[in-house]
């Protein structure tokens, strides 16, 4: 099993060298780093994990640029969004994005996405929150065509273009993964029809128990027509726990996450400690 951490990098947290360095002296196989453009001061729609949302929401840096400094700052840790809100983004724009850090962390990138829960965010982007979910699986697929296409096209119903030359290609083939967050049963689905791995979120209110779910997710890949393994699970939030941690292990989880703080060092490194403990015993 590995062991990622993610962070809401900000000018006021760790800076991506200096955590990305940290992670990988200690075991850890990748860093995230999530998203938001901007938070719309409506505050319309509720933040999934309740209550007041957080400041590092506001703050966040762009993950490809942050992850691009962890990239350079590091040799073997991978580098992963998590997640990237495909809803908000141009689909041409984000494969070259997508296929230019896979080139120069020399194949290291994972693609964590998300339809995300911010309407009024999205909205401000132009995309319609109750048909996001049709919007991301057909900008995902138009990636993954240019990609892979030496001159690639895609029509569908929110993204067109005819063919077009574009590079750079990946260096992972056919792509780097497509790894899909999101709830059982909603997420999983989208995970089992367009994914290469799922992202559940561990303790979060909606998401349900992974001990329950993941077995349903991998038995929604077979109805599917798919091998399990070809969809492995990410659990993010894990709580710093070696029993928990075992379970997951036992269950087959590939990867768990956790959280990080968006602070300095002083804060991160002792958790970082105790992390890289727990991967050794249960690793």
């Not at 909603?186 to 979060?204: F, K, M, N, V």
């Not at 349900?208 to 991998?218: A, L």
Request: hydrophobic share 40%.
């Amino acid at each position: 099993m590995h062991f990622g951490a993610s962070m809401f990098l900000t000018d006021y947290s760790m800076t991506p060298a200096a955590l990305a360095k940290a992670l990988e002296e200690r075991g850890f196989e990748s860093v995230w780093a999530p998203e938001h453009s901007h938070i719309p001061l409506s505050r319309r729609s509720p933040w999934p994990g309740g209550g007041e949302l957080p400041k590092m929401y506001y703050d966040v840096m762009d993950p490809f640029v942050t992850l691009t400094a962890a990239a350079a700052a590091t040799k073997t840790l991978k580098v992963g969004t998590g997640v990237c809100l495909v809803n908000q983004r141009d689909p041409i724009q984000t494969a070259k994005l997508v296929a230019s850090i896979d080139q120069v962390s020399a194949g290291r990138f994972l693609f964590g996405i998300g339809v995300g829960w911010n309407a009024e965010e999205m909205e401000n982007h132009g995309t319609v929150f109750t048909t996001r979910a049709k919007l991301v699986r057909e900008r995902i697929e138009a990636m993954k065509a240019i990609w892979t296409e030496t001159k690639p096209e895609y029509h569908g119903e929110f993204v067109n273009f005819d063919p077009m030359m574009t590079w750079p290609k990946p260096v992972q083939q056919p792509h780097p993964p497509v790894i899909v967050g999101g709830a059982f049963p909603h997420g999983a689905r989208r995970a089992a029809r367009y994914g290469d791995g799922w992202i559940p979120l561990a303790g979060r209110p909606g998401y349900g128990d992974v001990f329950e779910t993941v077995p349903k997710f991998r038995e929604m890949l077979k109805e599917a027509g798919r091998d399990p393994a070809s969809c492995p699970v990410s659990v993010f939030a894990a709580s710093e726990d070696a029993d928990t941690l075992k379970r997951y292990r036992d269950l087959g989880i590939d990867r768990v996450a956790v959280a990080l703080p968006a602070e300095k060092e002083g804060v991160v490194l002792p958790i970082l400690d105790r992390w890289a403990a727990l991967i050794r015993a249960t690793g």
